[in-house]
């Protein structure tokens, strides 16, 4: 039925709560951040609130990239001295932010893992799919974390927000991601695809799932148990998509 997959990285591939976790541990003790987080876990959850807000912000093109990478630790920061509008400002605070966000990158790069079986998973994928990375991480970032998993070959192409300028879930990058794979396929005399021809797989309701629908492709969402929204399949596990695709 499917001729080609899309799929997304951060946790659909790469494990990338693990490694966030891992890098926020490491922050909180190089900055000594219980002088305004009493605990690690206090921190952790004024953060992951406010940055997966900025996230879904930033796929609705409303912030820049340079802003969330600022504000995801601005932010948490200057809430915990009270939340008043002249902490925004604080030479030193933004500093720290700064600081902060430039380490960040570098931790979840050097703790990046990937899912457990994912890799064996995706090189059977790639042997009977041509597959295509569809993204919004940050380029150098996910660039290092493809050549590093050993799976690059594995990608026919790899299309990320930052470069096409848009973020999932605006249905043109889908159509960007499928214009690239069609621009291929036309240069080997192929037929090109068509929406019908393309899976979605990825983790992601907001991103994934709401931007293949957007775009009229159908979804493979590695869901949670017991959330009911709408997606063309539903699996627990990347390997879940096998016999969906025949293999």
């Given at each position: 039925m499917y001729k080609a997959v899309f799929i997304d990285w951060d946790n659909t591939i790469g494990d990338w709560t693990s490694s966030e976790i891992a890098a926020q541990k490491e922050l909180y003790a190089k900055y000594n951040l219980q002088e305004f987080f009493p605990s690690f876990a206090e921190w952790y959850t004024t953060?992951?609130?406010h940055n997966t807000e900025l996230w879904e912000r930033y796929g609705r093109s409303e912030i820049t990239k340079d802003f969330l990478q600022l504000d995801r630790f601005l932010f948490p920061l200057v809430q915990s001295l009270g939340g008043?509008?002249?902490?925004?400002?604080?030479?030193?605070?933004?500093?720290l932010a700064k600081s902060m966000g430039e380490d960040f990158l570098a931790l979840t790069n050097r703790y990046f893992s990937l899912?457990?079986?994912?890799?064996?998973?995706?090189?059977?994928?790639?042997?009977?799919f041509p597959l295509t990375i569809v993204s919004n991480g940050f380029g150098s970032v996910q660039y290092y974390k493809i050549r590093r998993s050993g799976l690059e070959n594995c990608f026919r192409h790899v299309v990320l927000s930052e470069e096409v300028g848009v973020q999932k879930p605006d249905?043109?990058?889908?159509?960007y991601a499928l214009q690239v794979n069609n621009e291929n396929r036309l240069?080997?005399?192929?037929?090109?695809?068509?929406?019908?021809?393309?899976l979605m797989v990825g983790d992601s309701y907001t991103s994934d799932i709401q931007g293949?629908?957007?775009?009229?492709?159908?979804?493979?969402?590695?869901?949670?148990?017991f959330d009911d929204r709408p997606a063309t399949y539903k699996i627990q596990?990347?390997?879940?998509?096998f016999p969906i695709l025949g293999i």
């Open positions: 953060y992951d609130v008043e509008e002249r902490w925004m400002h604080s030479p030193r605070l933004i500093g899912l457990p079986d994912v890799k064996q998973q995706v090189e059977i994928l790639g042997r009977h249905p043109a990058i889908f159509h240069r080997r005399g192929m037929e090109p695809l068509t929406k019908a021809d393309i293949a629908i957007n775009a009229g492709i159908d979804q493979a969402w590695i869901a949670p148990q596990s990347l390997k879940e998509i």
